[in-house]
Each structure stands twice: as structure tokens, then as C-alpha cells.
């Protein structure tokens, strides 16, 4: 696993090598770990896992045994934090084994963030959500361009480019993904609204209206055309006058002066379109 992750992201082929006979000395070293000292990896890109899921895997271990040992490392003297396999490790808790087979592997946070991602990423079982995390982690643990990324993952630099605009929608939108209470098209077809508060008002819309991705597209059509219209509507507001402001900024500073004096004086502004209405009421 490390072998073909480290030609990906860059180790020496001097390290590569040396890697490749550490993985030889110890291979097949599976040792039993009790399921109490395992926590889950912390860079896991995976936020939700089905019950469903984990209760038919639980089945199949439960008859077939498990078939690949999951992949972990020591935090401390007493845990061990999973690099791969976390469903298994969540599977036999639910059968209520005690001990799980493992591989323990010495990987610092970049290499465990890694693995934990690209393995995810191949099974192909993420949200588009947590895909778009996936590849933002990527980007910042490499420092990588997204174009690097994708050549490194053997995909489009305008999947990456797409999956990454995702993050830069309002959190409701990218919880309804996360949910799947969308799909990724509808999520881009609410882009080019821009305002967040339209974007999520049309989220609520496409949602209550089970609406598909066509019907949300003519949605944020119209929403956009309305927009324009109601811009060339509205009357633009007439400018103030040097000569009014003086006289707005004189007598704002004169009820200042009253108000200073111990006179209570309730003054009120209002701006129409050829005037500026002040209203001023003061104590008998």
C-alpha cells in the first residue's frame, strides 16, 4: 500500500527501495490487537458511515472470518490509531470480538493522512463532499497545484477543479450533499447564484420540491433573470447636494448641541426620492 503511495507523492526511489525491504522483512506480520486499544484515524475523510453497511460487513465477517487484516500504528503506549480499514474495526465490534487482526505500520500524520485519503478516494465510496475534503487535504499535505493532483490520481484537472468549488458553498448545501440529499449537479447548478442566502433558498426549494438537477437549473435560471430585471427597476436614488449635506451635517450638529444642553429631543430621518424628511420632537 505504502509502496505505490510513496511513487505518487514523491519519495526517492534510494527510499523507495529501502521501503520496499522494510516491507519484506515484516510482511505477513499480522498480529492480533484488542478491538479496546484501536480509535479511529483522525484524518479520516469519511464522516458517515451506514449502519446498514457495517451491519452486512459484521455478517459477512461473522461467516467468512476476516479476510484482510486492517492497517494501523501506535499513537502511545496503550492505543493504536487505524491507516486503513476502519469499517472492519467498526464491523467486529458489532459481532463482539475482542481482538482484530492487524498490520502495524510506522507512519508519521502525513503518511497516515495519505493512505487514509487515496484509499477512500479508489474505493469510490465517498459523497462528492468528502471526495472535494479529500482532495483539499491532499493539495495542503503536498503542496501540490490541482493539476499536479490530478495526474497524480489519474484524473481530470477539471474534476479536481470542480469537486474543490464544492467547498466554497454554503455549509447547508454541502450538509445536503453529505446527506444525499442532492447529487453534485444540483450543488453546481446553484453556483452561479453567488449570494449564500439565494443559494441556500433555492436549496430548500429544490429539496421540499424534489426537484431534479433540469428543474433546478431553470430554477436558478429564473432566479438569475429576476434578479436583473428587478435591478433595472428600481429607480436609482438621487445624489445629495454639497449644499445639503452642509445643511443635514449643521443641523445634526445644532440638535447635538440641544441634546447636550439636558433637553431630551427625539429626532427622526427619512430619505424620499426628492427630499430628505427630518422630524424633530421636543419636550414641552
Do not use: C
Amino acid at each position: 500500500m505504502k509502496n505505490s503511495f510513496t511513487r505518487l507523492f514523491g519519495m526517492s526511489e534510494k527510499e523507495e527501495v529501502e521501503e520496499i525491504q522494510n516491507q519484506q522483512e515484516h510482511f505477513e506480520q499480522v498480529k492480533e490487537i484488542p478491538v479496546k486499544e484501536i480509535i479511529p484515524n483522525r484524518f479520516q475523510p469519511r464522516t458517515v458511515f451506514s449502519q446498514e453497511k457495517i451491519e452486512e460487513l459484521a455478517m459477512t465477517i461473522r461467516t467468512h472470518g476476516m479476510i484482510q487484516p486492517i492497517v494501523i500504528r501506535s499513537v502511545d503506549e496503550e492505543r493504536y490509531e487505524i491507516i486503513a480499514g476502519e469499517r472492519r474495526w467498526r464491523a467486529v465490534q458489532e459481532i463482539g470480538w475482542e481482538t482484530i487482526p492487524a498490520i502495524i505500520k510506522d507512519y508519521n500524520d502525513t503518511e497516515t493522512a495519505s493512505v487514509a485519503l487515496i484509499e477512500n478516494l479508489q474505493r469510490e465510496e465517498l459523497t462528492s463532499i468528502e471526495e472535494a475534503m479529500a482532495f483539499a487535504q491532499l493539495i495542503e499535505l503536498h503542496n501540490l497545484t490541482q493539476e499536479a493532483l490530478a495526474q497524480r490520481l489519474g484524473k481530470g484537472q477539471s474534476t479536481i477543479a470542480n469537486k474543490l468549488r464544492l467547498l466554497k458553498l454554503p455549509q447547508e448545501i454541502q450538509e445536503a450533499l453529505l446527506q444525499k440529499q442532492i447529487t453534485e449537479r444540483h450543488a453546481r447548478s446553484l453556483i452561479p447564484l453567488k449570494h449564500p442566502e439565494l443559494q441556500v433558498k433555492v436549496l430548500n426549494e429544490v429539496i421540499e420540491k424534489n426537484l431534479n438537477v433540469k428543474q433546478t437549473e431553470d430554477r436558478v435560471e429564473h432566479v438569475l433573470n429576476q434578479d436583473v430585471e428587478e435591478k433595472k427597476a428600481k429607480p436609482k436614488r438621487k445624489s445629495f447636494s454639497r449644499d445639503t449635506r452642509i445643511a443635514m451635517n449643521t443641523i445634526r450638529q445644532s440638535l447635538s448641541m440641544v441634546s447636550d444642553s439636558g433637553i431630551s429631543i427625539d429626532s427622526k430621518e427619512e430619505e424620499f426620492e426628492e427630499y430628505i424628511q427630518l422630524t424633530i420632537k421636543i419636550p414641552k
